[in-house]
């Protein structure tokens, strides 16, 4: 009996790539099937930094394939990939994960893990399938906002995120002990950092938010090139010093050729509950006349509410415990800013 090469791709199309629910054919892994009398030759690429995953599909592959009644021999070719993204420091793609959005503010206070935590939960109720990796190594306060207390489970040799508000929630934090001071934290995490991103059960997401930690020094240079960014969303006030801040943040992006998606203005006015006025405590305007100088899209405005601050505190989010308030509602436009910054037709048809 003849053998085909569709008989063989049916065949690779039951393999599933280890830890996924979708096959080494969808996920692009099989380059060439040939087939030249009894023999068989398949070539694959396949780029993950464990090199246990690469092994254990040839095997499966040359085992399902010697199976098929009439083959002969089965030749494997493993090639190496090309990297996915070019262009963005040493980061890694994490598989199974299609946009990586990090942000980041100049200074500490201005609301950057709040707009962190909002953006997420907000994409999630767009029905995206989303992350949030808090690497605010200083302050990592996401756990506390998203209301989580355990910590993350291990399965094998890989982390499993929590869940919370329908979204999978990881943070360095839960790595480091409480009592570790401060200026070890960053060449720990550092050095340590890379591994750890890609060993978190992640996949399959649409969107990763990163709580990066405040500031352009050092940490978070490292940070921002050792997570593979796409993009950055910057957080500011409206207060001069806190712009000022903002624009050594995107400079510092600008050094890495990560895009800047746009800047958020955060605290930018109080409506008085009374009479419905629209106070600009610390001035207003001024992160949109910023993102206009830099040319960078103004992704919204977020008002000073209590509600932010005391549900923040209880571990529930603003745009999950009050989706009605004002700032929830710019915490949607914010997300779907940011989706269409990302957005790309040929992304959306190739998701896991
Ligand atoms: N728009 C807002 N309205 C009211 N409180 C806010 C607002 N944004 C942030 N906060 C509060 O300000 C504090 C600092 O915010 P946080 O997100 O932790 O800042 P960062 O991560 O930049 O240090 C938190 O207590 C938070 O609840
Ligand atoms: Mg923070």
């Known amino acids: 009996m003849s053998i085909s ?13 280890p830890g996924y629910s979708r096959n080494i054919i969808s996920f692009g892994l099989v380059k060439e099937v040939e087939v030249d009398g009894n023999d068989v030759r398949i070539r694959l690429a396949i780029n993950s930094q464990d090199p246990s995953i690469p092994e254990q599909i040839k095997t499966e592959v040359e085992a399902a394939v010697a199976a098929v009644e009439g083959v002969g021999g089965v030749e494997i070719v493993m090639e190496a990939p090309a990297p996915k993204t070019p262009g963005i420091g040493s980061a890694r793609a994490i598989p199974g994960v299609e946009h990586v959005i990090a942000v980041a503010s100049g200074k500490g206070g201005v609301g950057k893990s709040t707009v962190a935590t909002n953006l997420a939960c907000a994409l999630a109720q767009l029905g995206f399938r989303t992350g949030l990796l808090d690497s605010d190594i200083y302050g990592p306060s996401i756990p506390t906002m998203m209301g989580v207390k355990v910590k993350p489970r291990v399965l094998g040799d890989r982390l499993e995120p929590v869940p919370a508000h329908g979204v999978k929630l990881m943070s360095l934090g839960f790595l480091i002990e409480e009592d570790t001071p401060v200026i070890w934290r960053g060449p720990m995490i550092v050095k340590t950092l890379t591994q750890f991103v890609q060993d978190v059960n992640w996949a399959p997401l649409d969107f990763l938010i990163v709580d990066l930690p405040p500031g352009t020094g050092d940490a978070q240079l490292t940070l921002a090139q050792t997570i593979p960014v796409e993009g950055a969303v910057i957080v500011s006030t409206p207060q001069d010093v806190a712009l000022i801040d903002a624009k050594k943040g995107s400079a510092m992006f600008g050094r890495l050729q990560i895009p800047v998606l746009g800047i958020v203005e955060n605290m930018s006015y109080f409506r008085c509950p009374d009479c419905s006025s629209r106070h600009e405590i610390f001035g207003n305007g ?47 436009e914010i997300a779907r800013a940011v989706q269409a910054a990302v957005a790309t037709p040929a992304g959306s048809a190739d998701r896991v």
């Open 5 to 17: 090469e569709s008989q063989i791709a049916k065949v690779l199309e039951g393999i599933k790539y």
């Open 286 to 332: 001024g992160a949109r006349k910023e993102a206009n100088r830099q040319g960078v899209r103004f992704l919204g405005e977020v008002p000073i509410e209590a509600g932010i601050c005391t549900w923040g505190d209880k571990g529930v989010p603003i745009v999950v415990q009050e989706p009605e308030s004002e700032s929830a509602k710019a915490f949607l």
